[in-house]
């Protein structure tokens, strides 16, 4: 029970950090729904999918108060994102052997290698955060990056399906770099984003039902809610470059831990 306590606190921070950084949502939901609440990989991945989607969802009408939304942008990169994430989570990830590889003798599950993946785009993720590099907005007269837009849409939507991560530390980037928008904006319409990228990939799965899963999801949808609209208030005061780097140490360190354990019950 003490276990599920800390998820269902975990689960207030995801939503907090969905709020405040437009991004984080998965990479807290599904370490927390495995390590936590004892579910499978493969179906964490589909059960983040729905509490990131309806998360998000919950937190685009503060940000929408305060015209944080980039509609167009979000239409032309949600476009492409769309389309990537429900092809994946509809044909490729089902399509993945089980096991997946084998290295040196040892066989590698798909929830295993899973995993792995979605740990080292953590510590990805990470560093960008903790180096603290200033994302600054590209020329008026280059603006619009049409072509980027489109391409980093299908990469994110890829990695939506196959992780089920809603991508926000992949979208806040590309929003600023590739088109121009402001950090405060960003934030904003990557939750748009991730509210359509995530529910498109969780109607794309075919294994996890909602109906199996009831007593975790409501409470820790609640939970989550909460966090998302605390989060998106203080959006308005707080200097995100500031809790960048601080947060990107918290992911560091629990992907490391992820990779860690999984390294160890192979070897195991």
């Given at each position: 029970m003490s276990w599920e306590l800390l998820?269902?606190?975990?689960?207030?921070?995801?939503?907090?950090?969905?709020?405040?950084?437009?991004?984080?949502?998965?990479?807290?939901?599904?370490?927390?729904?495995?390590?936590l609440f004892g579910q499978d990989p493969v179906t964490a991945t589909g059960l983040s999918l729905f509490i990131v989607g309806a998360t998000s969802g919950a937190g685009i009408f503060s940000?929408?108060?305060?015209?944080?939304?980039?509609?167009?942008?979000?239409?032309?990169f949600g476009a492409a994102s769309i389309l990537s994430v429900y092809a994946t989570r509809r044909w490729l990830v089902p399509a993945l052997p089980d096991p997946l590889l084998h290295m040196g003798?040892?066989?590698?599950?798909?929830?295993?290698?899973?995993?792995?993946l979605f740990a080292v785009v953590m510590l990805l993720s990470a560093t960008s955060m903790i180096r603290g590099r200033k994302l600054s907005a590209p020329a008026e007269n280059g603006g619009r990056h049409l072509p980027s837009l489109l391409l980093i849409g299908l990469l994110v939507g890829l990695l939506t399906g196959v992780l089920g991560a809603g991508g926000g530390f992949l979208i806040v980037p590309?929003?600023?770099?590739?088109?121009?928008?402001?950090?405060?904006?960003?934030?904003?319409?990557s939750l748009l984003l991730?509210?359509?990228?995530?529910?498109?990939?969780?109607?794309?799965?075919?294994?996890?039902?909602?109906a199996d899963h009831v007593t975790i999801l409501l409470p820790f949808l609640a939970l989550a809610m909460l966090g998302i609209?605390?989060?998106?208030?203080?959006?308005?005061?707080?200097?995100n470059a500031k809790l960048r780097p601080?947060?990107?140490?918290?992911?560091?360190?629990?992907?490391?831990?992820?990779?860690?354990?999984?390294l160890y019950t192979l070897n195991g």
């Amino acid at each position: 029970m003490s276990w599920e306590l800390l998820g269902y606190a975990g689960a207030v921070l995801m939503g907090f950090s969905l709020g405040l950084l437009g991004g984080g949502g998965s990479i807290l939901t599904v370490p927390i729904l495995v390590y936590l609440f004892g579910q499978d990989p493969v179906t964490a991945t589909g059960l983040s999918l729905f509490i990131v989607g309806a998360t998000s969802g919950a937190g685009i009408f503060s940000h929408h108060r305060q015209g944080n939304i980039e509609w167009r942008t979000a239409g032309i990169f949600g476009a492409a994102s769309i389309l990537s994430v429900y092809a994946t989570r509809r044909w490729l990830v089902p399509a993945l052997p089980d096991p997946l590889l084998h290295m040196g003798g040892v066989a590698v599950g798909k929830g295993e290698a899973i995993l792995a993946l979605f740990a080292v785009v953590m510590l990805l993720s990470a560093t960008s955060m903790i180096r603290g590099r200033k994302l600054s907005a590209p020329a008026e007269n280059g603006g619009r990056h049409l072509p980027s837009l489109l391409l980093i849409g299908l990469l994110v939507g890829l990695l939506t399906g196959v992780l089920g991560a809603g991508g926000g530390f992949l979208i806040v980037p590309s929003l600023v770099l590739l088109a121009g928008v402001d950090m405060k904006r960003a934030v904003g319409t990557s939750l748009l984003l991730i509210t359509v990228n995530s529910f498109i990939g969780f109607l794309g799965d075919r294994h996890v039902h909602l109906a199996d899963h009831v007593t975790i999801l409501l409470p820790f949808l609640a939970l989550a809610m909460l966090g998302i609209v605390v989060g998106a208030r203080l959006s308005k005061r707080t200097s995100n470059a500031k809790l960048r780097p601080a947060f990107g140490w918290f992911v560091l360190a629990m992907g490391t831990y992820i990779l860690l354990r999984e390294l160890y019950t192979l070897n195991g």
